[in-house]
């Protein structure tokens, strides 16, 4: 394994001597649920101060497809969800275990360890880990653990308890060989509905609730009727979203207890670290709430990336990164040529112009359509493959908010060659693999 010299974004930076001649890194991603990027972080001064002051923030992360299991899936591979079949929360056995990076990395000598959610409705030890602890029932309070094989009742917090099985796993790997590198996922429950607070966060102050021009929609003529006959209750939403900045200020704490542990251990250092969410969440966007959606308060995430040495510390990179882009990122970083081709790219050297989104319906919610979408930031053009033409939607640069759908009458009547191309990209890219892909 050879470790690679990479400098991320704006602040261009010759790499030190240490980062020409370290092992391959340790590799650990925390990935929170439901964590929406707008809004969220102003309550994690913890994690901000690791990741943003001390790493990269990319502002365009992108969920290519909003949704638990499907975007859990494509984080391990590295594959579009059209690639690998993981299309809603039920289909985690058609996952090719053998293609994600525990496997492959385990393969090359690395430990491989995974705290908290693993895939939904999973419910035996996760293949190709040498350490677990993953809920077997979700919860705030009184969840239920698989700990190395063995059932725990867990009465406390979850998301401590996350934190501390994080640790335990960290130690174990480092007491058993120092210089064996590792990976390891934490991913708490946290913010996921219902959102309970720990005991000490229950009545936290928030910062009070501002509107914004999405959540002021209230014409929604121009989007599909699918979209004009869901509403939301706001003030429904409202509690929701203080639940979710509690939840998350107990993920603040656990973020700063592992990196304590790893300064502890003194693997702080070589360690690529990410912090990012499965999917987003619209606290009353289009007076929508939830997620799964083609709307940026679905598919936008927190994204960040830290690597002392390597990754610019404070730096803000506006390249579109995605879900999809971990897997060829850490085999980058960790030397190592997979046995399959991943669809994403390596965030320090990759530069899209587009993304493809996607989205599929399932029987639990039979209302949301498939979706199919191009997406870059500001300009959407997203097709419903089982609705007519009058469903499409195309969002300006200028239409930030994404209030009014112009495909009728921009696109369709003014600019024919323009809808041409982005319908031709649209089709070739919704079946793309591997290098064809954006
Ligand atoms: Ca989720
Ligand atoms: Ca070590
Ligand atoms: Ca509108």
């Not at 990479?6 to 964590?35: F, K, Y």
């Not at 640790?167 to 058993?176: G, H, I, K, P, R």
């Not at 914004?212 to 939301?232: G, H, L, Q, V, W």
């Not at 510390?313 to 879900?323: K, P, Q």
Request: charged share 20%; hydrophobic share 35%.
């Amino acid at each position: 394994m050879v470790a690679l010299v990479m400098v991320a974004g704006a602040n261009h930076h010759e790499p030190t001597a240490h980062a020409q001649s370290s092992r391959p890194p340790n590799v650990l991603i925390i990935l929170t649920d439901d964590q929406r990027a707008k809004g969220t972080m102003g309550v994690m001064d913890q994690t901000r101060s690791l990741f943003g002051e001390g790493g990269t923030k990319y502002r365009n992360g992108i969920a290519t497809t909003p949704r638990c299991c499907p975007s859990r899936a494509s984080i391990f591979t590295g594959k579009y969800v059209h690639n690998h079949d993981v299309r809603t929360n039920s289909d985690t056995p058609l996952l090719n275990t053998t293609e994600t990076m525990q496997y492959q990395l385990k393969q090359a000598g690395y430990a491989t360890g995974i705290v908290g959610k693993y895939l939904n409705a999973w419910r035996i030890s996760p293949p190709h880990f040498d350490q677990w602890a993953t809920y077997q029932r979700t919860g705030y309070y009184n969840a239920v653990f698989n700990y190395n094989g063995t059932i725990v009742d867990v009465p406390g917090y979850s998301t401590t308890y996350v934190g501390d099985k994080a640790a335990d796993v960290l130690n174990n790997f480092e007491s058993q060989d120092d210089g064996r590198p590792w990976f390891m996922q934490v991913s708490p429950f946290a913010p996921h509905g219902p959102a309970i607070p720990e005991d000490q966060y229950a009545s936290s102050l928030i910062s009070s609730w501002r509107d914004n021009p999405a959540t002021a929609e209230t014409n929604r003529r121009d989007k599909p009727d699918y979209i004009r006959s869901s509403y939301a209750r706001k003030s429904k939403i409202m509690l929701f979203r203080e639940r979710q900045l509690r939840a998350l200020m107990s993920v603040d704490d656990m973020v700063a207890s592992i990196f304590t542990e790893l300064e502890a251990l003194g693997e702080a250092g070589n360690t690529l670290a990410f912090f990012v969410s499965d999917n987003g969440f619209h606290w009353y966007e289009h007076r929508l709430a939830g997620k799964r959606l083609p709307y940026d308060d679905s598919l936008r995430v927190p994204f960040y990336v830290r690597w002392p040495g390597h990754v610019a510390a404070g730096a803000s990179d506006r390249r579109i990164v995605a879900n999809i882009d971990f897997a060829p990122t850490v085999y980058a970083a960790a030397g190592i040529n997979p046995t399959y081709r991943p669809d994403g790219k390596n965030v320090f050297t990759s530069h899209r112009r587009r993304i493809l989104t996607e989205g599929f319906s399932d029987s639990k919610k039979p209302h949301i359509p498939d979706w199919r979408s191009l997406w870059s930031p500001g300009a959407v053009y997203v097709r419903y493959p089982g609705l007519d033409a009058r469903g499409t939607e195309y969002y300006t640069a200028a239409d930030k908010w994404q209030l009014e759908n112009v495909y009728r009458d921009g696109i369709r009547n003014n600019t024919p060659s323009n809808e041409a191309k982005l319908e031709r990209l649209l089709n070739d890219y919704s079946s793309c693999r591997g290098a064809g892909c954006p």
